[in-house]
Structures are given as C-alpha cells and as structure tokens.
C-alpha cells in the first residue's frame, strides 16, 4: 500500500484556505463570543422596596430615592444565565446590614458594611447563586438624603473578564488581518491599525461602563427615547429637561427601542444596553470619518496624519460617549462630517460637494442646534469660490438656501403650532441649573490659566472652588480629558502627567494658528473660521449661562479636529529639533491617554 504524502496535504489545505475564508471563520468566532458576553450580563428586574412604616414600592435599578426613615428594606430580582458572573458591587445608601440571597442569609467579608464612596464593596456571591431567576433581599440603614443602592458585575470577575478581552483581542486581531489584506499603502495600513486600536478602546470603555455611569441628564434622554417609541411623536418641550433637544437621535434610538419590542426585549435593562450598543456603533463610526479627515488634512504628510488619528482615537472624552445615552453621540458623528465635507468642499470647490456639506449640516442641526455653527461659515464662504461665475455662484446659493430650510423648517413649525407653553422651544443650553453651580463672571475667572496650580488637582469638581472650577480655561482644558468626574488617588499620578504633556503640546497650537490661520489663511480659512466661532462660543456660553457644568469640553467636543490641526501644522512649522520634541509630545499624549482608559477598565464605578 502506498504511502501517503501528508506533508503534500497539509501544503494543498493550507493554500486551500484562502483570506476570506480566514475573515468569515474570524467573523464567526466573534459573533460567538458577543453573544456569550450578552448572555453572561445579568438582568435585573424591577425592584421592590419598602421603608419601615410605609407601603412597599416599586422603582428601577439603581435605585436611589427620597429617605422616608431609618431603615429600608430592597428586594432585587436577578435573572442569571448558565454562564454568570459572581463576583458584583454593592453600593449601599448608606450602610447595609444584612443580605439574603434565595432565602440564604449571606456571610462574608463584607456582610456588613457602610460606604460613603462611589464604589461600594466586591461581594462574591458563587455559593449562593444559580442559574435562572435569583431574590436578593437587602436590609438598609439610611441616614438622610436619598436611600437605596446599586448592584453591579465587578470588572475583575473571572467570566466577564475572560470574555471581555476574548472579544476584544480576536475583534481586534481579525481587523488588523482585514487591514493587512485590504489597505493599497503603508500610510493605509497605519491609519486602518489605529482606527482599529481606537475601536478597541472604545468596546472595552462600552463593557465596563454601565449606562448610568460618567453620563448626563441619562434619564430624561432615556425619557425622550420612550416617549417617541411608545407615541410615534415628539414630546412637548417643556414637559422634559431635555426635551426641546431636535429629535434625530431620538427617532433613531426609538427604532432601536421598537425594533427591542418586536423581539419581545421588553426589559428595561436590555433595552438600554441595545442602546449603548448604538453609541458604540456611532463612536466607532465617527473614529472612521476621523480616517478619512485626517488624509484630506494631511495628504502629502502621511505622519502627521497617523499623529492627527492617534490623538482623535484616544482622547477620552470622545471615548465616554461610546457608553452614553445621549444625543451626543450621534451630534458629534454628525458634526465630524460636516467637518470633513467643509474640508473636501473647500480643497475642490466644486458646488457638488457643497451641497453635501449643506444636506449634512441639515441633518446635524435636526440632532443638535450647535450644529448650525457650520451655517454660516459655508454660506458666508460660498462667494468665495472662484471657478465660476457670479450668475451660478448666486444660483447655487439660492438653491442651497432653499435645500436647507425643506430639509429643516418642518421642526421649527411643527414645534411652534403644536407647543402650548413656547418658553422652552429653542433652548440653546442648560441656563437654568441648580443654584450651587453657579459662578462669577469675573475677567480672573474668565481668563486664568495657570498649568502649575491646576496640575496639583487634576480632576474637575463643578460642586467645588478647591478644585479651581471657576477658572473657565482650566476647567475646558481638563474636562477634554477626564469631564467632570472625580477619579481615585491610583489615577492622578497618571492625570498630572498628562496633563503635563497635553500643555506644553498648546505651544504648538498658538504656533500653528499663526502660521496656518493667519499667515496662510486662505488654506485653512473655514478651519480658522470654525476654531474661533466654535470657542468663542463656548466662552459665550460660560458668561451668559455662568454655571460650572457649562465649562465642560463636552459642548464644544468638535474643537477637537481644529486644535489638532493647528498642533500638528505649528509642529511641521518648528525647526527640525523642535518638530521631533511636538511630535514626541502628541505620541505621549495618546499612549497615556489610551492607558487612562484600559486603567478604567478594572475601576469599579
């Protein structure tokens, strides 16, 4: 009998095995493990609680609600799968006392316990959960306030974090293969691997970071979703802190919800998960417009178009919306490619690309009416153009005059005939907040910045003076980074020294606005234009509505690609020396950035 050549056989598999076979193979694993990571995310149901002398009630998770007395008692529904978690954290309000799981009083470290902080105690509970359907029963001691508690999968449990890096590691592994495979050019591949990178900064943020969690005004977005998938209309203004925001995001979110309810998802908690999970959708997707921004900045300088994407990619406060509920997320997608249509318009001037940039600044201003920051500019620019005549240049605006207000004037009559209390139809921002936020408008308080006193408290505080929240610039410059949150002492030797390269990179800004948006200022007028109209804005918003939550980089987010642009561009403008010191200063930056928040991956919150 012949031998049988198996190294012949092994050759013919191997060149049998082409790369789309590797990609659909790769595709199938991580569909795999997703459904996995959803399934091991535990359900929690509606919550019962009682305090001592009242009526039991019900409420959702994370419950948080008026003291009505001493002692309140909380019982939690906890759906668990085959494949759970079982390690959580309990953030008691105030102190716990006693816990029972099915009928079992638990016994441990921490079976007793008080916490004033925001990140309660690890728990492992694996001797008293089963898969199915799980009654925790918490006895509570509230001293004033608000009452209740959190309960939340720990970031360090086994399952979770095995899965966790699983989907991340093979998602980002099959994206660099396709990036291999696909990308015509070194530049490409370099571009494509960071996106990659920052897609997988983003997933990780969106796994460990629960919805309620580094968010703002969560609820009344929520509120607004529900309303518009539940009515099939908007919400009257005035009846919802956030209700009088334009509703593209919200029909969005409310198909999502509808599409949940088709399926029979009815749960609340899986609902807004599935909403997360478009956030996520939509920060990657605004990381891939950056892509495309950063080759059109910098066509023929293909390093500084890797610096530029690495900046956009990391910088954590664009990374915090992968998890929020808000419009935000789809503002933001929006307003980067207004940008970047505004860039491709003005290198082309061809009238085509400009009515794109007027359809999309449609559509942003329905998400957002910050948007209509982007009016002006390419209208007032519009004449500018020099490739044809003044007949059709006046024809075209016309005609992109009238595309705008089709697209636009059905919300602003819709809302003027249907209102009945018009006070709050067009709020340009939060002006009316709580009165502990409020700050003097001072020219100190308007115009300090003073790196040196800043870096000794490098989290912002909007409730508190000794972390210097009065001084606008400080507040702005730090919230780019960390928003408004406070973060445990093992972060802030981290935050100093970012805080640290991220100030002397603003050298380079003001050297970059000189050279690019005042010497040469017809190649880079509308950036110019957008840089000051945008932070002149901003500081307009902090003196006419002077509160501390106005400060934060989070209204202004889109001045990220203008400062980046400016940097880099006074960067390539320095001397040789020099230029290597900025380029150092931006690859600092984004490493140490991009450590932030896998550092926050393993931080209860």
């Known amino acids: 009998m012949p031998k049988r050549n198996t190294s012949s056989e092994k050759r013919m598999l191997v060149i049998a095995l082409q790369p789309r076979d590797l990609l659909f193979f790769g595709i199938f694993i991580i569909a795999n493990l997703f459904l996995l990571r959803i399934l091991a995310e535990p359900s929690i149901g509606p919550v019962r609680y009682q305090y001592a002398g009242f009526d039991w009630q019900t409420a959702e998770h994370p419950l948080f609600v008026p003291s009505e007395s001493k002692e309140l008692t909380v019982e939690l529904p906890l759906q668990l799968s085959w494949l759970h978690p079982n390690v959580f954290y309990v953030k008691p309000d105030d102190c716990m006392q006693q816990l029972v799981i099915n009928d079992v009083v638990f016994k441990g470290e921490s079976e007793n316990f008080c916490d004033y902080s925001t990140l309660g105690q690890p728990l492992d509970m694996s001797a008293y959960l089963k898969a199915g359907e799980n009654l925790l029963r918490f006895t509570l001691v509230d001293n004033g306030g608000k009452g209740g508690l959190r309960i939340t999968p720990s970031r360090t449990d086994g399952i979770l974090l095995t899965l966790n890096l699983l989907l991340i590691l093979s998602s980002a592994g099959l994206a660099l293969l396709a990036c291999a495979l696909f990308a015509k050019s070194k530049l490409q591949r370099q571009l494509l691997s960071i996106f990659v990178g920052g897609s997988a900064l983003r997933l990780l943020y969106m796994l460990s970071t629960h919805y309620f969690v580094r968010g703002h005004d969560t609820d009344d977005h929520i509120k607004y979703i529900r309303f518009v998938a539940e009515n099939f209309a908007m919400p009257p203004a005035s009846e919802g802190f956030v209700f ?337 010191f900025g380029r150092y200063l931006v690859v600092t930056m984004a490493s140490l950035c991009a450590a932030f928040i896998v550092l926050l991956h393993f931080y209860e919150s």
């Open 244 to 580: 009088h925001h334009p509703p593209l995001y919200y029909f969005i979110g409310a198909l999502v919800m509808r599409f949940d309810f088709l399926l029979g998802r009815s749960h609340d908690e899986v609902i807004l998960h599935d909403l997360q999970v478009l956030s996520l959708i939509l920060s990657i997707a605004t990381l891939g417009i950056a892509v495309w921004i950063a080759q059109k900045l910098f066509a023929r300088q293909g390093a500084y178009a890797v610096l530029f994407l690495s900046v956009v990619a990391t910088l954590p406060s664009l990374i915090f919306l992968a998890a929020r509920i808000t419009n935000g997320t789809l503002d933001i997608l929006l307003g980067f490619l207004c940008f970047g249509l505004l860039v491709q318009w003005w290198q082309s001037r061809r009238p085509r690309d400009w009515y794109l940039l007027v359809i999309c600044i449609a559509f942003a201003s329905l998400t957002r009416i910050n948007n209509l920051a982007f009016l002006p500019i390419a209208f007032l620019l519009f004449p500018l153009i020099s490739r044809i005549s003044w007949r059709k240049r006046v024809g075209h605006f016309m005609a992109g005059s009238l595309l705008f207000v089709l697209l636009t004037i059905w919300f602003p009559i819709h809302r003027f005939v249907t209102e009945t209390d018009k006070s709050n139809m067009f709020s340009l921002g939060n002006n009316a907040m709580h009165s502990g936020l409020r700050l003097e408008t001072t020219i100190e308080n308007v115009f300090t910045f003073n790196p040196i006193a800043f870096l000794r408290v490098p989290f912002n505080h909007p409730w508190e003076d000794m972390a210097r929240r009065q001084f606008f610039p400080e507040y702005f410059f730090r919230s780019a980074f960390f928003g408004e949150f406070q973060f445990p002492d093992i972060f802030v030797g981290l935050a100093e020294v970012l805080l640290f390269v991220a100030s002397c990179a603003l050298i380079f800004l003001v050297i970059g606005f000189w050279k690019a948006g005042i010497l040469r200022i017809r190649e880079s007028l509308p950036i110019t234009l957008l840089f000051v109209l945008l932070f002149g804005a901003q500081m307009a918003y902090r003196v006419f509505a002077p509160y501390s939550a106005n400060q934060d980089f989070r209204h202004s987010l889109l001045l990220l690609l203008p400062i980046s642009y400016f940097i880099l561009t006074g960067i390539q403008e320095s001397p040789k020396s020099f230029a290597a």
